[in-house]
């Protein structure tokens, strides 16, 4: 299929693009292993092609099995109610493409994702870049564009080799580890784990909300051996009602308030007011949908999501 320029937008050169875009680009979602492509040569020769969007953002990054996208929401939401402009990167999408990319939760512009992909057919033959890793430099871009005050970075898959790990944030944080992509990350809960806590980085803190001790220690000790100081969320004490119902949600909380906690040592001027407020107004905020939300009343239609075992028992 050949592409029209970017001065030819339509909406069905723009579905054009994007059906183009899944039909070429190596896909995990749709393609299983054969898409992963673990390291960060090509999401750094790829960065580097664009500029380094990266290098110009203030991120804060999140990791973990589940509850990667409900904690960077509230996050998000915390920020957006401290009067901070927000960029905000989530996978995967449930209807379209562009809740990926949010700013102050508006969707990334269209006009934009068209244009990247015109681009993303140019790129030089060394430069072969999964659908992932794409999408990761489309946000790095659009952000930068965007002169969003901070990111929040939700790792794809695993943390150590993920694209995402290219970036050097403020904040990280491992909301939990779980079984799953066992057939990337190894077998055990400690092979995830060393997966996972390949995002820690030298001087930045790691919030940790996993309870399972196995876990704890190889965060722990991950954190002692780069120099990061190491937070336990799961210790903390709060009480924050929220829209995003679920009673997953609360372990989710605890390390959604101990980021805040640093990024106010760093210097944020977040209130008490802007957190709860925060906490409670995420779909308002972010746009967010898809964790235990009411969908209708009359039928009462509640939605939620899960891809592995133990966020389906949740």
Same mark, same amino acid.
């Given at each position: ?47 580097? !092609?664009?500029?380094? /969007? ?6 804060? =990054? ?14 998000? @939401?915390?920020?957006?109610? @401290?009067?901070?402009?927000?960029? $905000?990167?989530? @996978?995967? =999408?449930?209807? !379209? ?13 269209? !006009? ?11 790129? /030089? ?33 695993? &943390?150590? $080799? ?18 799953? =992509?066992?057939?990337?990350? &190894? ?20 919030? @940790? &909300?996993?309870?399972? /001790?196995? #876990? ?7 954190? $002692?051996? #780069? ?23 609360? *372990? ?8 805040? +906690? ?5 210097? $944020? ?8 407020? &925060?906490?409670?107004?995420? =779909? *308002? ?11 209708? +009343? ?17």
């Amino acid at each position: 299929m050949s592409l029209k320029s970017p001065k030819e937008f339509t909406e069905r050169n723009y579905q054009d693009a994007i059906d183009w875009l899944f039909a070429q680009v190596p896909n995990y979602q749709r393609d299983g292993q054969s898409a992963y492509k673990p390291g960060l040569q090509n999401i750094t020769k790829l960065c580097e !092609h664009f500029g380094n /969007p990266q290098d110009s953002l203030k991120c804060i =990054h999140i990791g973990g099995t589940n509850g990667k996208g409900s904690t960077s929401n509230m996050l998000a @939401s915390i920020l957006q109610e @401290s009067a901070y402009k927000v960029g $905000l990167y989530n @996978s995967p =999408h449930l209807i !379209h493409f562009t809740e990926r990319i949010k700013v102050d939760g508006k969707q990334c512009d269209k !006009h934009f994702v068209y244009e990247m992909i015109l681009k993303l057919q140019e790129l /030089p033959d060394e430069i072969q870049p999964s659908f992932f890793e794409f999408t990761t430099i489309m946000a790095f871009e659009f952000f930068k564009r965007q002169s969003v005050d901070y990111a929040i970075i939700e790792v794809g898959l695993g &943390g150590r $080799l993920d694209a995402t790990n290219i970036i050097k944030s403020l904040v990280s944080a491992i909301t939990n580890v779980q079984l799953d =992509h066992q057939n990337v990350l &190894g077998e055990t809960i400690e092979e995830i784990a060393f997966e996972k806590a390949g995002i820690i980085k030298a001087n930045i803190p790691i919030i @940790s &909300g996993d309870e399972n /001790p196995i #876990v704890k220690d190889i965060i722990k000790n991950k954190a $002692l051996e #780069v120099g990061a100081m190491y937070i336990d969320a799961t210790e903390l004490n709060i009480d924050y009602p929220s829209d995003l119902q679920g009673i997953y949600q609360a *372990k989710n909380k605890k390390v959604v308030f101990a980021i805040v +906690e640093e990024l106010k040592k760093l210097g $944020l001027n977040i209130t008490e007011e802007n957190i709860r407020e &925060g906490f409670l107004n995420v =779909h *308002k905020n972010t746009g967010f949908i898809g964790r235990w939300f009411i969908f209708a +009343e009359k039928p009462l239609t509640i939605c939620d999501t899960g891809h592995n075992q133990a966020g389906l028992e949740q």
